[in-house]
């Protein structure tokens, strides 16, 4: 589990296209405190470390999860909104991620209101109706308030301390972002069903 509070921007230093997709991450993390098998969201998808280095770690990403998220678009030198996962007792700052990215949404326009970015996206269609005014979704791994929501469009502001934190400072029109609705909105949209 996570909290969609991204704690560091890392590095894709390596791809090896053998079988599953191998990734090699260059981090801030002290990868001391990592052990093999933990778990690391990378923008938004829970991945298993497997091998580490001392300013790095790597992952194996199976062919579904690269088919049902944004990883096949990481190239050597992308930045990644790392988060390692929850620890009974840490702050809860965000909401309830589980890194099981439901889909791709798409940045559709981009705007600056303030020093803040209202940017906003289309979600695939099968996922719309998740997405509430005011509730929580998860993009690349960072947990983010909706402002609106008009069809498969929905609304969101980044603030100058989230843009620099993360690797949101340099999206951009038609980049494609892991989207993980909110868990809660899944299970009373699946209680709707039974009503």
């Known amino acids: 589990m996570f909290t969609g509070i991204v704690t560091d921007q890392g590095e894709v230093r390596a791809l090896d296209h053998r079988g599953d997709l191998k990734v090699r991450i260059g981090t801030g993390y002290d990868t001391s405190t990592i052990e093999i098998g933990a778990s690391i969201a990378c923008d938004g998808v829970c ?55 439901d889909g791709v949404a798409e940045v559709v326009a981009m705007h600056d209101e303030g020093a803040s970015t209202r940017i906003t996206f289309r979600a695939p269609d099968a996922l719309a109706r998740f997405i509430a005014p005011k509730g929580s979704v998860a993009l690349n791994g960072t947990s983010l308030t909706v402002n609106e929501v008009s069809g498969a469009d929905f609304g969101v502001n980044l603030i100058p301390h989230t843009k620099a934190v993360t690797n949101w400072g340099t999206t951009a029109p038609g980049d494609r972002i892991n989207l993980e609705i909110d868990t809660l909105a899944r299970y009373v949209a699946r209680l709707q069903e039974w009503g």
Do not use: Q, Y
């Not at 497997?50 to 930045?79: C, I």
């Not at 909104?81 to 620890?87: H, S």
């Open 47 to 101: 991945l298993t470390v497997t091998a580490l280095g001392p300013d790095w770690f790597e992952v194996d990403v199976s062919a579904e999860s690269v088919s049902k998220t944004a990883l096949g678009d990481w190239v050597p030198g992308r930045r990644l909104n790392l988060e390692r996962a929850l620890r009974l007792g840490d702050e809860l700052g965000g909401h309830i991620v589980s890194g099981h990215v």
